[in-house]
């Protein structure tokens, strides 16, 4: 929405207004977060719980002691938890050194990169096309002026159309007092019927992978249809710029989550880990494409910048097949760096 938004603002107001809405906006973002999310982090207390031996001979005789999570402490016993208390911004845990090192240590997971590259290659794509799309439409033959925002309804749509065929649908199970969300449309759905046709009723992690290919291969024509109609303008040419840029969105709504839910099932304990080295690679190759990609257009033209960034999705996307097919070797050799209990 800012996309569309910015062309009017700079038109109203200036080049510097731009930046300042982001400003305001940031600041209210986090004045809401400071005062309506609250912290969740919190340790219950431990004890020592003795469990005798299995033996009827030395029962009672030797104990085994194991720290578990007390369930019999009186509630009352808890310091209340008041919303001044929620507001806490620091909970410090020992081995501060060791948490900075995990996301990066995690990138020995093959899943990690598959991922990673993912969801670094759709965000790329869809920040150079919306930097250099309104660039394209203010000149001739388009000429549009402070509207040049517009040429962004494509990802709007685009994102929209991802979001449906790629909704939760949530189940609320009358007699628990939780919910359950299942992705059926996708990823959900192709699951359990593979897990029909197995002879133990399973299905690895790695089946949900199949689910994301059409929606890499949509992304990475969008890029090339993006790039070839950008080469060469023409009156209605703004059309093929909004379906590029929406088969991008679409991409990009659909894969990432996909490759999520993965992540989740492959490395159940190490997931948020995993989340903070794949933001990490996906900020790091937007950064890049962006800071080069409006000059490499200027001088090559967007057919050349957008079918290499095409080709690159591409690779990106056929990198699944080789997981699809060897995805649960891999995870078996590398289990050594992954907590028992995640599924492996």
């Known amino acids: ?18 930046h300042w809405v982001n400003v305001i906006l940031a600041a209210i973002s986090f004045v809401l977060c400071f005062f309506l999310q609250p912290e969740t982090l919190y340790d219950r207390p431990q004890t020592i719980v003795h469990l005798a031996n299995d033996d009827p001979i030395k029962k009672g005789v030797e104990t085994k002691e194991a720290v578990a999570v007390s369930s019999s402490v009186a509630s009352f016993s808890y310091p209340p938890y008041t919303f001044a208390r929620s ?18 240590k995690v990138m020995r997971l093959p899943g990690v990169w598959l991922v990673s590259l993912w969801y670094a290659g759709l965000v790329g794509l869809i920040v150079t096309t919306s930097v250099v ?10 000429l549009w002026g402070k509207g040049v925002g517009l040429i962004n309804l494509g990802g709007i749509f685009g994102t929209l159309l991802g ?21 059926y449309f996708i990823a959900d759905f192709t699951t359990k019927r593979l897990a029909k046709k197995d002879v133990h009723g399973f299905s690895e992690p790695e089946s949900r992978l199949m689910t994301a290919l059409p ?3 949509i992304a990475t024509f969008g890029s090339l249809v993006f790039g070839f109609v950008a ?7 703004w059309v093929g710029l909004q379906f590029g840029q929406g088969m991008v969105a679409f991409g990009l709504m659909q894969a990432p989550s996909v490759g999520f839910n993965y992540l989740i099932e492959s490395y159940g304990s190490l997931s948020g880990d995993c989340f903070v080295a794949v933001t990490s690679a996906r900020a790091i190759i937007a950064f890049a494409w962006t800071f080069f990609v409006g000059e490499w257009v200027h001088d090559n033209g967007p057919a050349e910048a957008f079918g290499i960034f095409g080709m690159l999705m591409g690779v990106f996307g056929l990198m699944t097949i080789p997981m699809l097919i060897w995805g649960k070797r891999l995870r078996i050799w590398t289990s050594k760096w992954v907590p028992k209990g995640t599924g492996m």
């Open 133 to 142: 799309a309104p660039q394209l439409v203010a000149a001739p033959p388009y």
């Open 87 to 104: 507001l806490k911004l620091i909970t410090y845990r020992p081995g501060i050194f060791q948490k900075f090192l995990a996301p990066y």
């Open 1 to 18: 929405m800012g996309a569309l938004c910015g062309g009017y603002i700079v038109a109203a107001k200036g080049l510097a207004w731009l």
């Open 163 to 183: 979001c449906v065929s790629s909704t939760a649908i949530l189940v609320i199970n009358s007699s628990l007092t939780h919910a359950q969300i299942y992705t």
């Open 231 to 237: 080469q060469n303008p023409s009156p209605k040419g």
């Open 215 to 217: 929606a890499l291969a």
